[in-house]
C-alpha cells in the first residue's frame, strides 16, 4: 500500500497576496521561521517509509506519480503590468565545491547567474510594475534566503528592497545572493555570523534533495499565495539550477553507497512536486485547484567528473521535468540559459478597449416624395453599418451578430434580409461591413398624419477576448441612434 505525500494542509496554510503583506505584520516570526526556515514541509511527526510509485492508470495520485512531460511547455505570460513572481531553487549541495570535479568557481557562476537573472529581469521589467525573486538554497535541506545577515537581519527588512525593477532592489538582492554558502570538505565557506540563522548548521548537509526544494517551493507559493486568474498576481515560474542528480528524498535522507545516482523514489517524488505546480494543486488533495498553473524548468549546471555523464543524468533530467523543459550547460553557458529564460517571460500587452457600434445610413423612401394616401403601402429602405471602434485602431475584425430591427420600439426583424443558410442571422463581420434592410408597411385609414415610422437597429459584438475588452459604458451591446423618417398621408373623403 502506498503513502501520499503530505504537505502542510489548506487550515495552516492560507492562501496571501503580495499586496496583503500589511496584514501580516500580526503574524508572529515563529510562524513564518516554521514556513520558509524548517527542515521539511512534511509531517515529519512519525518515521516514514520511501514512497512507492502509483502505478495504475486510474488512480487519483496518477498525475502526481506520472510525469506531466510538456514537450514545449510554455513560459508563463505575464500580464498588461508585466509583474513577475519567480522561485529560484539553487542547488548548493557539497558536490558543487568539492564532489565530482566540483570547484569554488562552479559556487561562484551559480551565484554570478542568479543575480544577472535578477537584474535581467529587473530591467526588462516597466515603471510601476513590480518582479519579484524568492531564492531557496538546497542540499539535504532547503533554506529561504531572501533574509538573513548582516544587511537584512530579518523579513520585514528585507520587503522594501523585494521590487528587482527598482536600482535598490537589484542591490539588496544581489547582497543576499552573495551570501548563500556552500560547503566544501573543510567546512562552510563564506562563513559568517548569520550562518546557523540561514540554515547551515550540520556538517552532514551535503547530499541532493529535490524533493525537498519543491516540496519549499510549494509551502511557500500556498503561503505568500497567487491569484488563478489574474496573469499579473500569479506565479509566472519556479527554476531550479542544480550541479547533480538527486540523491535523498524527504521520506529517505540516509544512503549507504555514497550518494551519487538516484533512486527511484528520489526521482518520482520530486516530479511530484513538480506536477503539483504545473497543476496548481496540493499532493493531499489533487482534485481542487489552489493556484495558477506554473511552469517548472531546470537548468543543470554541468561540472566535470562524474556528472558529466549526458548518458546518466538525460534519463533522469527528462523523466523528472520532461524533454525540452531542462537545459544543460557548462558554468560559462550559465549566464546564457538564464537570460534566454529572462527574455522569454514576455509581458501580455494590454487589453485594448473595443466600442460597439452600429449605424443606419442611406434612407430612402418609396413613393418619393414621401406622400401615401390612406390604404396605400409604403416603403423604407437603407443600408446598416457596423461602425464598431477599436482603441488605436488595433484591429477591424470585430463582427456585430443577432442584428435586431426596431419600428417604433417593435421588433421587426422581417426588415432585414434574411441569414445565410449556416448562420443564425446576419453578421457584419468586420468594421465598415454593411447590410441592407426593406421594410414595408400599410397605410390604414384614420393612420395619424403625418405618419412617423421610428428606426432602431442593435446588434451584438464578437472579438477576441485575449486581446480586447468591452468598453464598460456600452458593454458588447451596439444600438444605433433613432432615426424618425416621416409620410406624409392624403386622406380619402368619406363618402356623403
Known amino acids: ?7 502542510e494542509s489548506e487550515t495552516d496554510i492560507r492562501s496571501r497576496s503580495w499586496r496583503g503583506l500589511s496584514l501580516l ?5 515563529t510562524v513564518i521561521s516554521s514556513l520558509v526556515l524548517g527542515s521539511s514541509g512534511l509531517d515529519s511527526s512519525s518515521p516514514r517509509k520511501p514512497v512507492k510509485l502509483i502505478k495504475t492508470a486510474g488512480s487519483p495520485n496518477a498525475i502526481l506519480s506520472e510525469p506531466i512531460n510538456y514537450q514545449s511547455q510554455p513560459l508563463s505570460t505575464r500580464g498588461p503590468l508585466c509583474n513577475s513572481k519567480i522561485l529560484v531553487l539553487m542547488d548548493r549541495s557539497l558536490s558543487v565545491v568539492n564532489n565530482a570535479g566540483g570547484t569554488q568557481s562552479t559556487a561562484d557562476a551559480l551565484k554570478n547567474g542568479l543575480i544577472h537573472f535578477q537584474n535581467e529581469l529587473g530591467l526588462a521589467t516597466q515603471p510601476g510594475s513590480r518582479a519579484e525573486v524568492y531564492t531557496y538554497a538546497f542540499a539535504d535541506n532547503a533554506v529561504f534566503q531572501n533574509f538573513g545577515g548582516g544587511d537584512f537581519p530579518s523579513f520585514w527588512d528585507w520587503i522594501p528592497y523585494a521590487n528587482l525593477q527598482t536600482n535598490e532592489g537589484r542591490w539588496a538582492n544581489g547582497i543576499l545572493v552573495n551570501q548563500i554558502h556552500f560547503r566544501g570538505s573543510g567546512g562552510p565557506l563564506n562563513n559568517g555570523p548569520y550562518l546557523a540563522w540561514r540554515g547551515y548548521t550540520s556538517a552532514s548537509d551535503d547530499a541532493t534533495n529535490w524533493d525537498e526544494a519543491f516540496t519549499k517551493a510549494i509551502n511557500h507559493m500556498n503561503f505568500w499565495g497567487g491569484s488563478t486568474t489574474d496573469p499579473d498576481g500569479d506565479w509566472d515560474l519556479v527554476l531550479m539550477v542544480t550541479d547533480g542528480v538527486p540523491t535523498i528524498n524527504n521520506a529517505s535522507r540516509t544512503r549507504t553507497d555514497g550518494y551519487v545516482w538516484s533512486r527511484p523514489e528520489d526521482v518520482s517524488r520530486a516530479r511530484w512536486g513538480i506536477n503539483s505546480i504545473r497543476t496548481g494543486v496540493n499532493p493531499n488533495n489533487i482534485f481542487a485547484q489552489v493556484r495558477a498553473k506554473t511552469p517548472v524548468y531546470g537548468i543543470f549546471v554541468n561540472s566535470p567528473g562524474v556528472y558529466s555523464n549526458t548518458g546518466h543524468i538525460t534519463p533522469i533530467l527528462d523523466r523528472t521535468f520532461g524533454p525540452g523543459n531542462w537545459s ?7 549566464l546564457g540559459a538564464l537570460t534566454g529564460i529572462s527574455q522569454k517571460l514576455t ?3 494590454a487589453k485594448k478597449v473595443v466600442t460597439p457600434k452600429i449605424a443606419i445610413e442611406n434612407i ?6 414621401a406622400v401615401i394616401k390612406e390604404g396605400g403601402t409604403g416603403t423604407i429602405t437603407g443600408t446598416i453599418r457596423n461602425t464598431s471602434q477599436v482603441q488605436d485602431n488595433a484591429t477591424q475584425a470585430i463582427a456585430l451578430y443577432d442584428l435586431e430591427f426596431f419600428v417604433n420600439g417593435v421588433k421587426t426583424n422581417s426588415a432585414l434580409p434574411l441569414a445565410p443558410a449556416n448562420q443564425p442571422s446576419v453578421v457584419l463581420h468586420t468594421i465598415g461591413s454593411t447590410t441592407t434592410f426593406t421594410l414595408n408597411f400599410d397605410v390604414r385609414l384614420g393612420s395619424p398624419a403625418p405618419l412617423a415610422q421610428t428606426l432602431q437597429v442593435r446588434a451584438k459584438a464578437f472579438y477576441n477576448g485575449d486581446h480586447y475588452k468591452a468598453d464598460p459604458a456600452t458593454g458588447n451591446i451596439a444600438i444605433s441612434n433613432l432615426h424618425n423618417v416621416q409620410f406624409d398621408v392624403v386622406r380619402i373623403p368619406l363618402p356623403t
Open 364 to 369: 430612402a423612401t418609396s413613393p418619393s416624395p
Open 328 to 334: 544543460n550547460v557548462n558554468n560559462a553557458g550559465l
Open 1 to 7: 500500500m502506498s503513502e501520499e505525500l503530505h504537505l
Open 347 to 349: 509581458c501580455a500587452p
Open 25 to 29: 505584520a500580526v503574524i508572529s516570526l
